[in-house]
């Protein structure tokens, strides 16, 4: 995690800390979904949250890095990123315990996409024709998947509006972590996010927090310790490969998500979903793909250092 110690690349295990991140992140989400019906949103993020922590601090004093790894001089940042992105959370497992879980994670796509639009009216990043076309096919992919949930109302409405509320705050805070990358480790941004988020989620307990079973329990004590893993391995992944190389495997959690919907929980998707789920998954790509020619070319036209 120092960011002074850089590995040897490794594509293939930069693919593999990846595929396994985005598998894990999809057990917690399922293990949060089978819980949903009867656990709160806000009990869900504190579960999620301080249980997540414990990995983080784990692999911290594993490599040495306990106190370094979660300095920072800019704890204003860490509140607001907090704030947005425990709104983020609550929003997503709101959307799972109104959507089938493969709809869910599809609609979570919304926010790199959205990320697009929001680079360029709040950092002033200039878009051109490709990725205004990719986001244009990018939305049209989420209106595919929306487009039964809208017109089935009720919890599916509602759940299509948290996971659309989830994706843009999301997005929002993609847009705060550009902004902080420069100054703040990773491990200190991913460790007071998920402290903030524990203490936000507190706020909820006079809302209707109930005790669970210990069955329950052991799903949310472990949501917790996986998200905390996955996020790990996703933060190691990139030390390994390139972003632009390993990141369209990230969709790799549809198919996961559609197994993981079937077999547990007996949602079979529709062709609305498989449909909308391709025209995501493209869009992703073209958006990625042209982040990396650009990556390129910036390097190209740098000057050499003498």
């Not at 995690?1 to 598998?23: E, F, H, N, Q, W």
């Not at 990230?250 to 998500?257: G, H, N, Q, R």
């Amino acid at each position: 995690m120092t960011p002074d110690i850089v590995p040897a690349p490794s594509a293939l295990r930069g693919i593999g800390l990846k595929v396994g991140s985005v598998a894990l992140f999809c057990a917690m989400a399922a293990l949060l979904k089978a819980v949903s019906d009867e656990v709160p949103a806000g009990e869900m993020v504190f579960f999620r949250s301080a249980f997540g922590i414990v990995p983080i601090l784990v692999a911290l004093w594993v490599s040495g890095e306990l106190f370094e790894g979660l300095r920072t001089n800019r704890p204003i940042l860490h509140v607001r990123r907090g704030v947005m992105g425990t709104a983020s959370m609550a929003f997503n497992f709101l959307a799972l315990a109104n959507l089938p879980l493969p709809e869910a994670t599809v609609l979570g796509y919304a926010a790199p996409i959205l990320v697009v639009i929001f680079a360029a009216l709040l950092l002033g990043e200039r878009i051109r024709l490709v990725r205004i076309s990719a986001v244009v096919l990018g939305m049209i992919g989420v209106l595919v998947v929306l487009w039964p949930q809208l017109g089935g109302g009720g919890g599916s409405a509602r759940g299509a509006a948290y996971a659309l509320c989830s994706a843009t705050l999301g997005a929002l805070v993609a847009i705060q972590i550009r902004m902080m990358v420069g100054t703040e480790r990773a491990s200190a941004i991913v460790f007071w996010f998920s402290l903030t988020a524990t203490v936000l989620s507190l706020l909820t307990l006079p809302f209707g927090w109930v005790m669970p079973t210990p069955a329950q329990a052991l799903c949310l004590v472990l949501a917790g310790l996986v998200g905390g893993t996955a996020q790990i391995l996703m933060t190691s992944a990139y030390r390994y490969a390139d972003a632009s190389l390993i990141a369209p495997f990230e969709y790799v959690s549809i198919l996961i998500a559609l197994v993981l919907g079937y077999v547990f929980f007996a949602e079979v998707p529709s062709w609305w979903t498989l449909g909308g789920s391709a025209i995501v998954v493209t869009a992703g790509v073209i958006i990625i793909m042209r982040e990396r020619q650009l990556g390129h070319r910036r390097q190209a036209n740098r000057p050499l250092e003498h």
